[in-house]
């Protein structure tokens, strides 16, 4: 008997003890889910103050914002592309297409990227790489206005009217009510293309 009741005590030891881990390392879990939401916060708030600095034209204490944020979340592709925004224009071409394309590596359909490359190489006259990246941003968002110009214009430059004219009115059909000169200038366009 005495055998039996040690056997059923080590059962009830061992199951506490497997509870006690359990429980240690969901608390574990818990604590690290709850500083990595910390930091998530914290970023969102950087980022936030980035582009308020931003609207400021403060641009490099903008970047050091953006950095921060990237460095509190590495999984958001929105910071690295913001501190790539800082280079753009600042005039800094190749380090602003190293961060637009850090924040592709995180997320290969984040549109601002691909809108943010487009511009980048539509500074660089390169109509062919601009033309490939504001096709994958209005892909990858169909409502984005000023990539669905941009993209017109591409098709503009490089010949292409049918497809000028229809990313044209596409823009019309989605553009803010803010945006009534370019809503002008594409029907402008529109109207010199179709002669």
Same mark, same amino acid.
């Given at each position: +008997? &005495?055998? +039996? ?26 604590? /690290?889910?709850? /500083?990595?939401?910390?930091?998530? $916060? ?5 980022? $936030? ?17 953006? *950095?921060?944020?990237?460095? @509190? ?7 690295? !592309?913001?501190?790539?925004?800082? #280079? ?5 071409? *190749?380090?602003? *297409? ?8 995180? !997320? ?17 006259? !390169?109509? &062919?790489?601009?033309? *490939? #990246?504001y096709k994958t941003a209005t892909e990858n968002n169909p409502d984005f206005p000023e990539a669905r110009y941009n993209l017109a214009l591409m098709y503009m430059r490089k010949g292409d009217? @049918? ?11 989605? &553009? /803010?009510?803010? +945006? ?16």
């Amino acid at each position: +008997m &005495a055998k +039996m009741e040690m056997v059923k005590y080590l059962k009830a030891l061992t199951l506490v003890l497997v509870s006690l881990i359990v429980l240690s390392f969901t608390s574990v879990c818990a604590q /690290s889910e709850e /500083s990595k939401l910390k930091d998530v $916060s914290e970023a969102v708030k950087l980022n $936030s103050d980035g582009i308020g600095l931003l609207q400021r034209g403060e641009v490099l204490d903008a970047r050091k914002k953006f *950095e921060s944020a990237h460095d @509190k979340d590495p999984l958001s592709p929105e910071y690295p !592309n913001n501190v790539g925004f800082t #280079y753009l224009l600042l005039k800094d071409e *190749e380090k602003a *297409e190293t961060y637009f394309k850090k924040s592709l590596e995180i !997320n290969p359909d984040f549109f601002r990227a691909h809108y943010n490359l487009g511009v980048l190489f539509q500074k660089k006259d !390169n109509v &062919a790489k601009a033309l *490939e #990246y504001y096709k994958t941003a209005t892909e990858n968002n169909p409502d984005f206005p000023e990539a669905r110009y941009n993209l017109a214009l591409m098709y503009m430059r490089k010949g292409d009217k @049918k497809k000028a004219i229809e990313s044209f009115e596409i823009f019309i059909k989605i &553009a /803010s009510p803010e +945006m009534k000169q370019p809503v002008q200038d594409a029907k402008i366009r529109i109207s010199e293309l179709s002669k």
